[in-house]
Each structure stands twice: as C-alpha cells, then as structure tokens.
C-alpha cells in the first residue's frame, strides 16, 4: 500500500527528542515546558467534587457555562472587554486545539498565513495541511523586535490570517502597545483574521502589561484569543483552554468545534469555573514566576552565558555563543549527555533553522531542579 503523506516534512518534534534523551541519560530536564511540582489541591479537589456531583456527561458544545461565564468575567476584570458568554467564548481542549480548529474553519487551499519565527510548532502544520501556505517573517535575537515595514511587505491580495504570540514561546520577549498598535493599523480595513495565541497571558514579569488583542478595538473584530488553562493552572496534562471572539466568527468556529471534539472533559471544567470565582488563581502567576525567574538568572549570573531576562512565558533564553561555536541542536545534544541538562535549541522553530546560539530553558520547576541545572550551567 502506498502512503502518500499529507505533512511530509513534519518528523519527532524536538520536544519529544529532547525529553528522550534526557531520560536516556539521566539529565535534568528543563526542555519542555509543563511543570515539575504539583497543581493545586484546592483545584483538584473541586474537580473531584464535580465527578461526585453528577458533571459526568457531555458538557454543553462550546462549554460549562460557568466556565464560560468566568472567563468573560476575568475579560471584564483585566481588560474591560466584553465577550458574551454564550456566544463568544468556546472551551477546547487545551489552546492547540483552538489552534488547529480555528486554521481548519478558515484557511482554504493557497490562503496565505503570515507567522512570526521562532514560531510554536504546531501552527505550521495546521496551516499545511489544510493546503495554506505559511508566510514567515523571521524575528532575530537578541530582542525578536519585529520590522512592520518587513511585515507590510508580506501582505498580499492571498494574505487570510495572521498568527501573532505574545508573551512569546520560545524567545521569552513580549509586544508593545506600538507593535499591537502597528498590526492594528496595517490590518485594518482588510479581511485578514489575527490568531493571538495568548496561552501565556498571566505570566509577565517587571510590571509590563499584557497587550491582549481584546483591547484594540479594531484589532478585536478580526481577533481570535487563544488561551490555556495547563499554563495558568500548573496541569499541562489537563488539557483545557479556551478561544474567544466575536459572534460572527465564533459560529464558523463551532461548525468544525462540533465535529472535532464536540466538547471537552466536563468535571475539569466545571472544577476550574469554581477555582476562579477567586481572581488571585491567576493574578498571582506574575510574582509567581518572576521569583523563579530571577532566582535562575540570579544563580548563572557569573556563567558564561549571556542573557536577557526573560519578559513573559516561563522560558529563558540563554546565549552561548562565548563558550562554543557548535551548531545549537549539537550543543544541546551534548550537553543532555555530557552534562545531564536537557534544553531545546531554537533553530528548530526558526525559518531554514537560523541558528543565533541560543538554548530554551524551562524554570517552571522547583527551586531544587533550578539550583541544580544553575549549578551545571555555571560550570560549563
Ligand atoms: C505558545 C503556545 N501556544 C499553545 C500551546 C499549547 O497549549 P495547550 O497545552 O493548552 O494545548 C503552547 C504549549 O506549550 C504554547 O507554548
């Protein structure tokens, strides 16, 4: 039988490389993002108490409405933005579903898709296989800035979406209000959907605001958020996320969501609905991760890598290009097997795989992994 494959360039993801032979060797693993320390046990307690009081059954298709009902509260609270519970929210399972379910509903053969490298991994094959062609602009370190005037020369009659992602996997920077203030002019008056991939909203550090695409008014007619409950809640394993936008595009986004999933683990939903009657649940993820952040940079800080702290995400990235002129993909080999500590190298998100020497670390982890891969990183 032959097989003709429809993503024939997409392989292991570096993920799932990177996590193997940390395990095959023994290393500290900071590669993929999801957390070494529990999630919470008031929120897990809350959703056993949704399996013992009856919330076993399909959920509703787009959601528990009190789900539904608190993320349009947090939309009210953090960003006066108004998303009509009923309407405008779906619950999906996690944010990559929302992803792939909002490519499927809109990219036809030969739409174009602009997306900025380094890009999380799972939008271009969504865009791929449902016969789009990505567009890349390729943003560069140490600071990822992006060049509007390159963008606006990436927009044609074809141009159907753009996939923006702030706070950013894998960089660590974040957009300005300038930058939302740019795409906002640069779209409007046109058809192009913007996918604001937002899985990292609530971990941004040193006082800067969250520039959510809700609160450009323009920019929120032709936006789809994405958000995750795994990257807020601690639980990548639960997977449960969520896309708001508006009533018209949230009806094309159904037709596919109910023929896809349908809809998501119920007890969950209804468990995290009631953990987030209280705010601080995610307000808190800021100080949270900003004390593990400078922890980690306060703990290398006479190594010989170069860094900036990181902006948003629980990512840092570290620059070696004083210690070694190896490509970043064998760097990080060797240093899983020489040094026990796993990392992902960022050409691998990157337009023909540019590689500017930098490594991806984790610090969603306990203060003892941290002191420990600091410890290596200090050695090398
Ligand atoms: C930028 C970005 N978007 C989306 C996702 C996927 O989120 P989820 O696990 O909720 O599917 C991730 C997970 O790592 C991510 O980093």
């Avoid at 899985?199 to 800067?208: L, P, Q």
């Avoid at 980690?296 to 620059?319: A, C, H, M, N, W």
Wanted: net charge neutral; proline share 4%; charged share 20%.
């Amino acid at each position: 039988m032959n097989i003709t494959s429809k993503l024939p360039n997409v392989g292991t993801t570096i993920f799932i490389v990177m996590s193997a032979l940390a395990k095959e060797h023994h290393a500290i693993n900071l590669s993929q993002g999801f957390p070494n320390y529990p999630s919470s046990q008031k929120l897990n307690d809350l959703v056993t108490n949704a399996m013992n009081n009856g919330y076993n059954q399909y959920a509703p298709m787009a959601g528990n409405l009190d789900l539904r009902l608190a993320i349009a509260h947090k939309y009210q609270l953090l960003y006066k933005s108004t998303y009509h519970p009923e309407k405008e929210i779906t619950v999906t399972a996690g944010a990559t579903q929302a992803i792939y379910t909002i490519i499927s509903a809109f990219i036809r053969r030969n739409d174009e898709v602009i997306m900025f490298k380094p890009a999380y991994d799972c939008y271009e094959p969504a865009v791929e296989i449902n016969g789009g062609k990505t567009i890349p602009v390729q943003l560069s370190a140490p600071n990822y800035k992006v060049n509007w005037d390159k963008v606006a020369s990436k927009i044609s009659s074809q141009t159907k979406m753009i996939i923006i992602n702030s706070p950013h996997n894998p960089s660590g920077t974040i957009w300005s209000k300038d930058d939302m203030l740019q795409l906002q002019k640069l779209t409007r008056n046109t058809d192009i959907i913007i996918l604001s991939d937002e899985v990292y909203e609530h971990i941004v550090f040193d006082d800067a605001q969250h520039q959510s695409a809700c609160l450009f008014e323009d920019l929120k007619q032709r936006s789809f958020i994405c958000a995750s409950f795994g990257k807020t809640f601690h639980n990548t394993g639960w997977k449960i996320g969520y896309c708001c936008a508006t009533e018209a595009l949230m009806v094309e986004f159904r037709k596919v969501h109910q023929f896809n999933v349908f809809s998501v683990h119920h007890p969950s939903q209804k468990g995290i609905a009631d953990y987030m009657q209280d705010p601080e649940t995610y307000l808190g993820l800021n100080t949270f991760f900003q004390r593990k952040r400078d922890l980690f940079l306060s703990l290398i800080s006479e190594s010989r890598f170069k860094f900036q702290p990181s902006q948003g995400t629980y990512f840092q990235v570290l620059d070696y290009s004083e210690i070694t002129d190896e490509s970043d993909v064998d760097f990080a080999k060797r240093l899983t097997v020489d040094f026990k500590l796993a990392s992902i190298p960022l050409s691998v998100f990157n337009t023909n795989n540019q590689d500017d020497k930098v490594l991806r670390f984790c610090f969603a982890k306990t203060d003892e992994t941290l002191v420990k891969a600091a410890e290596i990183l200090s050695k090398i």
